[in-house]
């Protein structure tokens, strides 16, 4: 290990990979080679050799409508059955597929034989219920296994999912199911939370209850419900899941479908306060998941016992929990519950009970786990662990040389993982038996992956230079559009950067920088996107969400630095005249900060808020909300001279000293 000095720059510190990882290793140094002399005949070969067609394609990419891209247009293939079926058909019915984990402690275990079975009599059902291939399906689902059943299930009949986040409210699912115009909803009575039955269908019912919806049927999963409380019941529009698959049959033959068609919408936030949905296709993005799955996780199917501790509602619980795992018929980990319930090291006896062998989190988890004391995970044998990943945040040097020593023993190579929704899967990230590793960067585009660090007018930067990230040439997990806005795909991804001769150049929102060696450090979002927790959130969202609160005439929002989560919301509102004494009383910032809490979820609920009489302008109108970030951060004020009213300023600064 190499010893942190205080005057030893972060990048100077590099780890070599262990010499027999190395030798073992999925991902060789040529893959780079290989992919840089025919970049898609390097994707076509991925395609082929990781993935079963139904009918092979011909074509690799047409891009001649930039930016919407098609990848192996003409071939056919059905995702859940490159997930399941073929890995039994190859004689690996018997290896576990998943190894649940609930958080009172209960468990099943289902191999790749028992979840292809459970996946078609799914299939057969959502059939039954008058689902077709095209169809939206909304899932609001705890992580138990019904919630990866249900996913596969839509997807092996050719329909889309729309997967919401447990977390989120009912409005949010509301907004959700609208846009998408789902007609199945796909829900569980409760889950467990922190030691408590965290209900979900009675925010599936508040979501439906005003309105025409296009919601024809609400199938719920038993999981967990309090005995001594009734659960409210639409007849005729809720079924049990239970009840109903039982008349199902258990055949269903997967049908090929086109490599375009779309496989699921997941919704993300932008900069207005409109969640986008993110649309990603089937072909190219299984593609993509799998490649980058078993070469950045070096993925040895037979021995790995994988864990990816990220929910299905983000995408990581897309594209590394559910897709790219199952596609390489991996043995992985799901739990249901939190990292602290009940006691403080629940993750890491469970790294134990499962003998994980490759972990994936996000940095929040680990400064949380570093706060709380190594005595914690050093209670469980992590000796099994060979790899550790990274994903959702910058993780800081600090962090990952933690990770490293207390929880890979000194041993593992770590994977810091750079991707987006939008990218379907990772893009930059070291190859863990060939890059040396640098706490805190993630380094490299992957082989067939083209990325650049530009100006503000596309023009690609040196080193020791900071700009903004952009992806020149199409990639085959890229996001097809955003659901129902075209215009708003362009707009917000395309239109950045003047367009070269190869096609329009993707914006990511993301600064970066590279170092001396070229290594690609992230610098955090250029826009009004923050990062809390890894999981993005509006400012625009939480504003007009707080605007919308009788008390509340305008508000501004800024994401400012946390310790432990990132980022956090930090909220300034100016209340109405006429609600002033509301506003001001004890007890009114919790009032609003609940009502955000509960208009969009529990992850939005800022965590400081401030009445103020005025909000820093500039002359034209605009929030400074660098400002505002300035003062959250406790930063001396920067430069005020465009504001209309300096004063504003300093009052608000000095409230927040207070
Ligand atoms: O700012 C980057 C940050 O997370 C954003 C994407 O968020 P989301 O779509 O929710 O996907 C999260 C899981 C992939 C990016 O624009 N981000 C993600 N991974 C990293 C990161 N920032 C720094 N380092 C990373 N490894």
Redesign the pocket.
């Known amino acids: 290990m190499v010893e942190a000095t205080d005057d030893t720059r972060a990048e100077d510190l590099v780890f070599d990979p262990p010499a027999e990882f190395a030798a073992n290793a999925v991902a060789k140094g040529s893959l780079y080679a290989d992919a840089a002399q025919d970049r898609l005949g390097f994707w076509a070969d991925q395609a082929r050799s990781l993935l079963h067609w139904h009918r092979p394609f011909t074509q690799t990419l047409d891009w001649s409508e930039a930016p919407f891209a098609k990848w192996f247009a003409d071939g056919k293939l059905n995702v859940a059955y490159n997930c399941l079926d073929r890995h039994v058909l190859a004689g690996n019915g018997d290896r576990v597929a998943l190894l649940w984990e609930g958080e009172p402690g209960d468990s099943r275990r289902l191999t790749y034989a028992e979840l292809t079975a459970e996946v078609k009599r799914a299939a057969n059902l959502l059939t039954a219920l008058g689902i077709r291939q095209g169809d939206r399906v909304a899932i609001y689902l705890p992580m138990i296994p019904e919630a990866i059943i249900a996913m596969l299930a839509v997807a092996r009949i050719g329909a889309v999912h729309s997967v919401v986040f447990g977390g989120f409210s009912a409005e949010s699912l509301r907004a959700r199911i609208d846009d998408a115009e789902a007609k199945l909803v796909i829900t569980a009575d409760g889950g467990y939370r922190r030691g408590r039955v965290s209900p979900l269908k009675p925010a599936v019912d508040a979501a439906l209850e005003s309105g025409d919806s296009t919601v024809e049927h609400v199938l719920v999963v038993q999981r967990a419900w309090p005995d001594d409380e009734e659960l409210a019941w639409t007849d005729g529009r809720d079924l049990w899941w239970h009840e109903e698959i039982a008349q199902v049959d258990w055949e269903h033959e997967a049908q090929g479908f086109d490599a375009e068609n779309p496989l699921y919408i997941l919704y993300?936030s932008g900069t207005t306060g409109k969640p986008k949905g993110i649309l990603h296709t089937s072909g190219g993005y299984l593609t993509h998941v799998a490649y980058t799955h078993r070469n950045v996780f070096d993925l040895h199917p037979e021995t790995d016992v994988y864990w990816s501790t990220a929910d299905v509602g983000?995408?990581?619980g897309h594209s590394y929990v559910v897709y790219g795992p199952l596609a390489n018929g991996a043995t992985e980990v799901i739990y249901e519950g939190t990292p602290d319930t009940p006691r403080p090291g629940r993750w890491w006896e469970i790294v134990q009970k499962y003998g994980v062998t490759i972990l994936y989190a996000a940095p929040t988890a680990i400064r949380s786990f570093m706060k709380a004391g190594r005595e914690i995970p050093q209670q469980s044998d992590l000796s099994s662990l060979r790899l550790l990943g990274?994903?959702?945040?910058?993780?800081n040097p600090e962090a990952w040389l933690w990770y490293r020593e207390v929880i890979g023993g000194n041993r593992t190579p770590i994977v810091?993982?750079?991707?987006?929704?939008?990218t379907g899967g990772i893009m930059i990230s070291p190859l863990p038996g060939v890059t040396a590793a640098k706490p805190g960067s993630?380094q490299v585009p992957l082989p067939g992956i083209t990325v650049e660090v530009v100006d503000d007018k596309g023009r690609p930067l040196g080193n020791d230079e900071s700009g903004l990230l952009a992806i020149p040439e199409p990639w085959p997990g890229m996001l097809r559009g955003i659901w129902g806005d075209p215009q708003r795909f362009i707009d917000t991804y395309w239109s950045k950067f003047p367009a070269r001769p190869t096609g329009p150049v993707y914006f990511?929102?993301?600064g970066a920088r590279r170092d001396h060696d070229g290594d690609i450090w992230?610098l955090?979002?250029v826009d009004d996107v923050m990062?809390v927790s890894?999981?993005?959130l509006s400012t625009a969202e939480i504003e007009s969400c707080l605007v919308s609160h009788p008390w509340v005439a305008e508000a501004a929002v800024v994401g400012a630095h946390d310790e432990t989560t990132g980022q956090a919301v930090v909220a300034f509102v100016i209340a109405k005249a006429r609600h002033a004494d509301e506003a001001n009383a004890e007890g009114a910032t919790n009032e609003l900060r609940a009502h955000v809490a509960s208009s969009i979820g529990a992850i939005a609920r800022p965590r400081e808020l401030f009445i103020v009489n005025e909000l820093p302008k500039t002359r034209s109108g605009k929030i400074m909300r660098r400002l505002l970030r300035d003062a959250a951060e406790g930063r001396p004020l920067g430069d005020t001279t465009t504001l209309t009213d300096a004063t504003v300023m300093q009052a608000i600064a000095d409230r927040l000293k207070n």
């Open positions: 993300t983000w995408v990581t990274s994903v959702g945040e910058p993780i810091d993982t750079w991707w987006q929704t939008e993630a990511a929102g993301d992230l955090g979002r990062n890894g999981h993005r």
